[in-house]
């Protein structure tokens, strides 16, 4: 599936993207964002809804895509990711597109102190 050019997404939704794409589950969510876990399921349905995503790691992707989580910690190549493997007790080396993603997200923090260190 594709997303629409730029999905009309809700801060809150958006929020929930991000924080599932770093590998929260929806109590951890429903905490950050002051709400109860049903109501931050009910967030993530209405984003997935409005990016005409399958499921989570899906949509994850496609608001990547959109432009909707640029700027955030991106630790995932084509679903929720790396850190998300590793929470299930998954080897997230086994996963090619969250190991590349992963390695990508290491060379951009090493490339970001180097440049602090310079400064």
Same mark, same amino acid.
């Given at each position: 599936?594709?997303?629409?050019?730029?999905?009309?997404?809700?801060?809150?939704?958006? =929020?929930?993207?991000?924080? %599932?794409?770093?590998? #929260? @589950?929806?109590?951890? *969510? /429903?905490?950050? +964002?002051?709400?109860?876990? !049903?109501?931050?399921? =009910?967030?993530?349905?209405? %984003?997935?809804?409005? #990016? @005409?995503?399958?499921? *989570? /790691?899906?949509? +994850?992707?496609?608001?990547? !895509?959109?432009?909707?989580?640029?700027?955030?910690?991106?630790?995932?190549?084509?679903?929720?990711?790396?850190? /998300?493997?590793?929470?299930?007790?998954?080897?997230?080396?086994?996963?090619?597109?969250?190991?590349?993603?992963?390695?990508?997200?290491?060379?951009?923090?090493? /490339?970001?102190?180097?440049?602090?260190?310079?400064?």
């Amino acid at each position: 599936m594709t997303a629409p050019a730029r999905p009309e997404l809700t801060e809150l939704e958006i =929020e929930v993207l991000h924080l %599932a794409s770093e590998g #929260l @589950g929806y109590e951890e *969510i /429903a905490k950050r +964002i002051y709400v109860i876990p !049903r109501r931050a399921t =009910e967030i993530k349905t209405s %984003a997935l809804r409005k #990016l @005409g995503a399958r499921n *989570i /790691a899906n949509g +994850i992707l496609l608001a990547c !895509r959109a432009g909707l989580l640029d700027g955030r910690p991106q630790r995932h190549g084509d679903h929720a990711g790396y850190e /998300a493997h590793r929470k299930r007790g998954e080897d997230p080396k086994l996963c090619e597109a969250c190991s590349a993603g992963e390695q990508a997200h290491k060379a951009a923090l090493r /490339a970001r102190q180097k440049l602090s260190a310079s400064a």
